[in-house]
């Protein structure tokens, strides 16, 4: 049956390479499981759908529309402003305030795309207008929106706490330490750059000009800034699930938008949620599919033959968890976050804890892999949609993005993987790991 298994595997990454949708290239590996592995369908349907109404998974589409209201709303240009007035007169303080920026926004949305589609066209042309160069400011906005993969709440966790069976809040922790060290490299290697650069910086205020324009621009974004303070407060301090958090953020987003910010009308509003609905119908049928794939797997013992297929290789912990990453980022490259961690997960997740790697630790190794993937050609969304936002060629772009994942993200991979206590100190912390 593991052939069968890996003719449908490869049935999978020949759709992909082709540009097939991915509901439909879940939906070829199936068939191929059907026809030729002789699998019962009627009972995996069912129990697919039988998966897809768990309340869990209710937090994606509601994080998903917070996101895409954010994008429109002005929320985001308040954090900015306010960001900026703490070093936007230090030379290279601009390319700090967006991977901050980025990051903050990720703590808001759960979504890689919030950063880059919210921050890139109020900041690619000021970056552009200050020094920067355009691919470069463009390369280092999409980098740092991945952080909203990483900083929680975050969309992949949640579907990868849904398929491993592991506690969501300690998936949100595990890749909090990674994301907050991504972010800081991205700025120590923004700040290294910047010396290249003949920038236009703002003169450098007094401490009372200082101190008023952070005041103005606080109050201005105080608003935008209670909104992660009230998701994360309430999913850590036990007030609410990450699904009724993910309420609360729509919920928030739509008076704040309306009333305060004024950036949403009736128009941008309908077509963000038109935007969302989309986004989470594609999402919803590729979880389908690949969930019966993965069920199928399980139930004619692939992961079991995968771990010893593996251990005849090395049963090296280290050698090992290098070739996992290696796959990981590989996966990540033709993939997306989603996609990936509900095919590889349940795949890997029984090799994890043959070394001893727990749920909690796989759940971020998988996490900062996966969200490489999405700056990482040929896949690369996140960087696609920078270029499209950044109005620069793709290959313009590459070389600058890729600069940044070897020298700020590269590092944290390996870390994440060869140093447990980076993302399972937070979780003991909090007593969600053992």
Known sequence: MIEVALLAIAVLVLFLTLGVPLPYCFGGALMVMYFIGDVTMKGNMLWGFQQLSNPVLLAIPLFVLAGTIMSESGIAASLLRFV????????????????VS???????????????????????????????PREYATALIANSSILGLLIPPSVTMIVYGWVTDTSILACFLATLGPGLLIMFNFSVVNLWMSRKFNLILDDKPTFSELSTQ??????????????????LGGIYGGIMTPTEAAAVAVIYAVPVGF???????????????QEAATAVGAIMLMILFSMILSQIFVMEAIPQALVSSIFSLTDDKVLLLILIN???FLVGMVVNDVTAIILIAPLLLPLMNA?????????????VNTA????????ASILYLGARIGKVKVTKVIPPAMLLIVTGYVPVVFLTSLWPDLSLYLPRLFGYAP
């Not at 703590?107 to 000021?126: D, K, Q, R, V």
């Open 355 to 367: 070394i001893g790697v727990s749920p909690v630790q796989f759940a971020a190794i998988m996490g």
């Open 102 to 132: 980025c990051a903050v926004i990720g703590a808001i949305s759960g979504s890689g795309l919030t950063g880059i589609a919210a921050i890139g066209p109020l900041l690619i042309p000021e970056m552009e207008k200050r020094g920067y």
């Open 326 to 328: 290696i796959l990981l």
């Open 259 to 273: 009333l305060i910010y004024k950036g949403l009308r009736w128009d941008n509003f309908l077509s963000a949620g």
């Open 214 to 231: 952070v005041a103005e621009r606080g109050i201005h974004a105080f608003p935008a800034l209670l909104m992660p303070v009230i998701i």
């Open 84 to 99: 900026s007035a703490f070093i936007g007169h230090i030379r290279g303080g601009l390319g700090v305030v967006a991977a």
């Open 372 to 379: 490489m993937g999405g700056v990482t050609p040929p896949y």
